[in-house]
């Protein structure tokens, strides 16, 4: 069966440090992988995606992730957070095949101190 | 454009009763997929509609159930509350099956059970 790790459950960073959240899945095959975020009061919203081409996809809010398919990895990277990064970040994988449901990780609190 | 509606947004219950959640998704999408979200086992998939058709389950009891009417719209039901139904209830839509659209979520229902 298909599983998400996200490695941090919770990260506090000071205002312009750099991010890198982990993101591993365990999947032999094609997949879609996604970053959402979950900002304090509000709904999930999408980050990024990645179904197929360059590796390196950018997103909004100038959040960007790596596709290492060797690693089975989909790592969330920004160079410099602001205080209103503070949210709930996920990661999901989806194989791509027909029938497939969307696995989420556990979620990464993001903490941002200004 | 609307984004993912759901109503109603919060709802208590108590055990043994069962209770009906209503999500209307983006004009145009198909899609409609729900999830349970809860602190300790995080986002978990139920099911997902397409054409009226249930097209894939979660590991969930039969007790939670759904169907999706002509118009996309959607409702899931779940019958003899426990108390470990208590959590918050997320609609998905897309524009096809959800294996090879991005989904866009709704805020949730925030159902809990005494």
Redesign the interface.
């Known amino acids: 069966a298909q599983s998400v790790s996200q490695h941090n459950h919770h990260v506090i960073l000071s205002e312009a440090a750099s991010l890198e959240l982990g993101c591993n899945y365990s999947y032999g095959g094609t997949v ?1 992988l ?1 970053w ?1 975020v979950q900002y304090p009061g ?5 980050l990024l ?1 990645y179904f197929s081409g360059d590796p390196l996809v950018k997103g909004i809010k100038g959040f960007e992730a790596e596709f290492i398919k060797s690693k089975f990895s989909f790592n969330l990277r920004k160079p410099s957070v602001q205080w209103s990064d503070t949210a709930e970040y ?1 990661c ?1 994988v ?14 990464t609190t993001l903490s941002v101190s200004s | 454009k609307a984004g993912v509606t759901q109503t109603p947004r919060y709802l208590i219950k108590t055990r043994g009763q069962q209770v009906t959640l209503s999500c209307s998704p983006i004009s145009g999408h198909r899609s409609v ?1 729900w ?1 349970q979200q809860t602190p300790g086992q ?4 139920l099911f ?1 509609y397409f054409s009226e058709t249930q ?2 389950k ?1 590991n969930f009891p039969g007790r939670f159930s759904g169907r999706q009417f002509s118009n996309s719209r959607s409702e899931m039901n779940v019958s003899t509350l426990e108390l470990g139904d208590s959590a918050l209830y ?1 609609c ?1 839509s897309s524009l096809g ?3 090879s659209y ?7 229902t925030r159902l809990t059970v005494t």
């Not at chain 1, 509000?42 to 999408?46: A, G, R, T, V, W």
């Not at chain 1, 989806?94 to 979620?107: E, H």
């Open positions: 879609n996604f959402y509000q709904h999930l919203q999408l995606k996920f999901a989806r194989a791509n095949q027909a029938g497939t449901a969307l696995i989420f990780g556990k979620g | 997929s999830y995080g986002l978990q998939f997902e097209r894939n979660g997320l998905a099956l959800a294996n991005e989904q866009y979520f709704g805020p949730g």
